[in-house]
């Protein structure tokens, strides 16, 4: 345990004050969050400001919008990568995305929720992409549409542009590299044709709205982890009800489906926690 954040296990008041701040300033649902989590972030944050604990630190957020913003983008974690978990994107190639776009019924709708940067809507364009050149359902492809969410408004921006350093294509297939990005001025810029598809939008997962009135797809990785199993709980079955029947849900290798969730899915590839709709 670091010093910050043994003083915040003792400060229980002052991070409890703290969290309240936030949640009633930025509207960030603090309560649906693991406290552990939070604890974490926040003492990195204070410990860069060298502040002697909460009470401090929140007379510098009242001060500084700026460290205000960079507490935020810390708060939620925005790590990400184009075919972050390489096997995962291997399943659903196989297993997903040949249903999607083999089937003759309405335009296939996919849900990235809590998108970051945009790499993880963007990978799965690539691989509609892909399949459509190789089986002639370019029809299909073009009338898809891919949206993918978030909290965070400065990655959202980011994933709009679409232009990325070199190290989030750090798990993308060479062939993949050369046919959807090319080099600009030192950074990396997606073809058009992946990204027409796709668009973004800013929404809280906890406030369970979906962007979409049906998915055929949703994937949720590494953010579900963060939030208290009640939260979790909701929004798994938020996901179930966006879902069309037989929609998949994809959550990933670190997080899985808890309790009743597990009888509203039957499983579609166990390892990378691949679902569809019961
Ligand atoms: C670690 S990133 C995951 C990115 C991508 N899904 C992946 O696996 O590479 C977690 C994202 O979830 C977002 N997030 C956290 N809480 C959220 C919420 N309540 N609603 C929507 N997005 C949220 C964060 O802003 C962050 O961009």
Redesign the pocket.
């Known amino acids: 345990m670091t010093p910050a954040t043994g003083s915040m296990q003792s400060d229980d008041a002052g991070f409890r004050a703290l969290m309240d701040k936030i949640a009633r300033e930025r509207g960030f649902?603090c309560s649906s969050y693991k406290d552990q989590c939070l604890r974490r972030r926040i003492a990195v944050r204070i410990r860069a400001r060298g502040a002697s604990g909460c009470e401090e630190y929140s007379g510098i957020l009242d001060s500084e919008p700026r460290e205000y913003e960079r507490l935020m983008h810390s708060l939620?974690?925005?790590?990400?990568?184009f075919f972050?978990n390489w096997d995962t994107y291997a399943a659903i190639s196989s297993k997903v995305i040949p249903a999607l776009m083999d089937e003759a019924g309405p335009a296939p709708q996919v849900w990235?929720a809590?998108?970051?940067t945009g790499?993880?809507p963007y990978s799965v364009a690539m691989l509609m992409h892909q399949y459509a050149a190789a089986s002639g359902s370019r029809t299909r492809f073009n009338s898809a549409s891919i949206i993918g969410?978030?909290?965070?408004r400065v990655?959202l921006d980011h994933a709009e542009r679409a232009i990325y350093q070199e190290s989030a294509l750090s798990e993308t297939p060479p062939d993949i590299r050369r046919k959807y990005f090319r080099d600009e001025g030192g950074f990396v810029a997606l073809q058009q044709e992946v990204r027409r598809p796709v668009t973004f939008e800013y929404?809280?997962?906890?406030g369970f709205c979906a962007p979409v009135e049906k998915a055929h797809l949703i994937l949720c990785?590494?953010?579900v982890i963060?939030f208290q199993r009640a939260a979790q709980d909701a929004l798994i079955a938020h996901f179930h009800e966006t879902l069309v029947p037989g929609g998949f849900l994809v959550l990933?290798k670190v997080e899985t489906l808890l309790g009743d969730a597990r009888r509203l899915f039957t499983p579609v590839h166990a390892r990378e926690r691949i679902f569809r709709k019961c």
Request: proline residues 0%; glycine residues 8%.
């Open positions: 649902r939620t974690v925005n790590v990400t990568k972050r990235s809590g998108c970051a790499e993880e969410t978030d909290i965070d990655c929404s809280d997962l906890l990785r590494n953010v963060y990933g």
